[in-house]
């Protein structure tokens, strides 16, 4: 018969894996609340080999992303996930695929993982934050003010998502705010295309872009400091608009 000492060794190894694995997760930014779900019937009785070989494709990947090794850690979780795929770590790697191409930068790659965990997992507790993280994928793929602005859209309708669906969380308030960063960034490419349209002489395009803004999103255009500009190209397109359209000269018509 085993000793008591001995025994509790046996017990307290993969109590020590789970402690180790558990605290990874919580620096590597998911939070707490994954813990449960993941882990919970971790100490029950004993593992399949399969489970301690996923366990250890997660523990691997989790201290990659510790040490922002993020290519290997993506390899691991891509390993866990095709290798495993009815492991209870499998959710976790496809949730980590999004948070390594994250941080990667990779903000391509990062919106469709964050995508597909969604559509395989709408309800679990971690979809408030999945849905900021596709939002801010999509915000921080932003180029330029005079590119089309469909990932600036992409982001609004996320985090739109976030405020509707989930009010309560701390991911509802910080979406706020970042659609009103976006919101400032539509402010600026409509502003800019109005300007190019009112150089041009196109008052009435000119005029539609500019009247949109500060329809739409006239805290926005405030906080920019654009009001003064906006009103006064609104001025002159009106002015401009109140002249009439001027017929072309019969030299024209004729092709002169």
């Known amino acids: ?87 209870k770590y499998a959710i976790l790697a496809e949730l980590k695929l999004g948070d390594a191409h994250f941080q990667e930068r990779e903000y391509g790659e990062a919106a469709l993982a964050y995508e597909e965990f969604a559509r395989l997992h ?45 009010p309560e969380t701390q991911y509802a308030k910080k979406a706020q705010e970042q659609m009103f960063e976006c919101q400032k960034r539509l402010v600026a490419h409509e502003l800019y295309v109005g300007e190019f349209y009112f150089k041009q002489g196109r008052y009435r395009s000119a005029k539609e872009r500019l009247e949109k803004i500060s329809r739409a999103y006239p805290d926005a255009v405030r906080e920019l400091g654009y009001e003064q500009s906006v009103r006064e190209m609104m001025e002159v397109s009106d002015q401009e608009l109140n002249k009439g359209e001027v017929k072309p000269s019969i030299w024209s018509r004729i092709g002169f």
């Open 122 to 166: 709408p309800r679990n507790e971690v979809i408030p934050y999945v849905l900021y993280q596709i939002g801010m994928s999509h915000f921080l793929s932003f180029t330029t003010i005079d590119r089309d602005q469909g990932e600036t859209q992409q982001a609004m309708e996320a985090f739109q998502r976030v405020i509707q669906a989930f």
């Open 1 to 87: 018969m085993p000793s008591p000492q001995k025994s509790l060794s046996v017990v307290c190894r993969p109590c020590i894996l789970v402690i180790c694995l558990l605290w990874s997760l919580a620096a590597t930014g998911c939070g707490t609340d994954l813990k449960q779900f993941y882990f919970g019937d971790l100490f029950g009785k004993g593992s399949s080999t399969i489970d301690q070989n996923a366990e250890q494709l997660a523990m691997e990947g989790m201290e990659k992303m510790k040490e922002k090794d993020y290519d290997d850690a993506l390899k691991a979780f891509r390993k866990l996930k095709e290798q495993y795929p009815y492991s």
